[in-house]
């Protein structure tokens, strides 16, 4: 199976693209931050500045590793669904679930290993362009040189090995023991179904944020720091767990609008059944954007109230301080670059994917120009739900430090974060979705269908 799995990579390479760019940016990212360890430890670093470095790798390392599985686990999810028929044929032959999983797991890990090594020169760079930030704000003496290597390499290669592996993994599972019919109509239309781990898992992470939030604006009011952190985990959780429950807020959603969208005619006819039936791949093209919008969001508000609690209090910002405004602000850097190339590969493998649907679509009457509509409402209600899940879990984050720190559940901080993150999100959204929509509707009906 390890032999058909190299084999599946060198045929199907396109469609292993969005994986690989998911692994490779994760690789770097984690790296360049894993690299402070480096330095940390060969630079003799100490006091504030060995924890500076410290604090960098740890944080992102771990918080790495989760928005790489997410990211992996859905354009894996969609790589699985288009080679439904390929594995229904190798089932009907004889291949073992278990085969079929070593098969893709195979696959994923030479992806990783291949995306690692070439991450390893970015990631080394990233780390020295980290590094100089340091030194020019003072968080970490000039004397400390650049160090990359023993660490930052073998985390680089863990946390990508163990993302592809894991994502592999629950990509794989339900498709590997589905019945030969049931994988065909999976691939059809996709599984509608939310399962119940998914939804436990999507719980116990609103919990959670909902738990470090009431830490924050109880045990820790007034507490500065320490509420920083509770505070800045609680969107986190938020948004994963809104992520993960993303299908079921899609259908709901969707099955409300059904009627006002069928009086904008065909597209949005076709936008509401696209919803209803594929709220899997929709939801693949939620998470970044509930994870991007909610994240980015809750930790610059965040940082808003710390400052102008420090300024109101007429105190000038500590080195700690500083410290910890320059990882926020870095952390949401690396949010901004991993989610938005996890949406555009997301909404790219998944429109690609539909040109069969659109092509099934014309000939049934529907005009391109139809299609085309309906793929934008489709992206204007996926921002919407996205944006609207973003905020909600911005809220675990802001309404909590806003009590510990000025008092108030509502600071005053204006709509301008919340709209410069939205319109980000928006563009990616609807840029991608249309651009990809336009070229799959540029191959005749009768050829897309017959591919």
């Known amino acids: 199976m390890f032999a058909l799995a190299l084999r599946s990579l060198r045929k199907r390479a396109g469609g292993f693209a969005a994986s690989f760019a998911a692994l490779f940016l ?3 990212i984690v790296m360049a931050f894993a690299s402070m360890l480096d330095t940390s430890i060969r630079g003799n670093a100490s006091g504030a500045a060995a924890e500076t470095l410290t604090i960098m790798a740890a944080v992102v390392g771990s918080w790495g590793l989760i928005l790489v599985v997410l990211a992996v686990s859905s354009t894996l999810a969609l790589s699985v669904r288009q080679r439904a028929e390929e594995m229904a044929l190798l089932k009907s032959i004889g291949a073992t679930p278990a085969q079929l999983g070593r098969m893709v797991v195979g696959e994923a890990a030479v992806l ?3 995306a690692w090594a070439l991450g390893i ?5 990233g780390g020295r362009a980290l590094l100089a930030m340091l030194h020019d704000t003072g968080q970490v003496p000039a004397g400390i040189g650049y160090a990359f290597g023993p660490i930052a390499p073998a985390m680089g290669l863990g946390v ?27 691939a059809a239309v996709g599984d509608a179904r939310l399962g119940w781990k998914r939804i436990a898992g999507g719980i116990v992470c609103l919990l959670l944020g909902l738990d470090l939030a009431v830490i924050t604006s109880t045990v820790l009011r007034d507490e500065g720091d320490a509420a920083m952190a509770t505070a800045g985990q609680a969107d986190i959780f938020a948004a994963l767990g809104l992520a993960l429950l993303a299908p ?9 609008l059904a009627r006002p969208l069928g009086l904008l005619g065909v597209a949005g006819d076709l936008a509401v059944s696209t919803l209803l039936r594929r709220t899997g791949q929709m ?17 610059i508000y965040l940082q808003e ?106 600071p ?11 319109a980000v999100a928006a563009a990616l959204t609807m840029a991608t979705a249309l651009g990809a929509a336009r070229r799959a509707v540029r191959v005749p009906a009768v050829e897309a269908v017959a591919v």
Do not use: H
């Not at 990882?327 to 901004?336: E, T």
């Open 121 to 125: 020169v970015p990631g080394l760079l």
């Open 412 to 422: 005053d901080l204006g709509p301008l974060t919340m709209a410069g993150v939205a």
């Open 26 to 28: 994760g690789a770097a």
């Open 305 to 410: 109230i710390e400052s102008d609690a420090i300024r109101a209090a007429g105190l000038l910002s500590t080195v700690e301080q500083k410290n910890i405004a320059t990882l926020n602000f870095v952390v949401i850097g690396m949010i901004l670059v991993f989610t938005a190339v996890m949406l555009v590969n997301t909404l790219l493998a998944a429109t690609a994917y539909r040109r069969r649907e659109f092509g099934q679509a014309r000939l049934a009457g529907a005009t391109p120009g139809q299609v085309v509509g309906a793929v934008a409402l489709e992206g204007v209600l996926l921002t919407v739900i996205g944006l609207v899940c973003g905020a909600f879990a911005a809220a675990f984050t802001v309404v909590p430090f806003g009590i510990a720190r000025a008092g108030t559940a509502l």
């Open 112 to 114: 990783a290993v291949a």
């Open 248 to 256: 079921w807020l899609i259908r709901r959603i969707a099955g409300a």
């Open 160 to 186: 990508t090995l163990v993302s592809a592996v894991a994502a592999a993994m629950i990509a794989v599972r339900r498709t590997a023991r589905a019945r030969v019919a049931e994988s065909l109509a999976d």
């Open 283 to 299: 939801a693949a093209v939620v998470m970044p954007i509930i994870l991007f919008s909610g994240i980015a969001a809750g930790t």
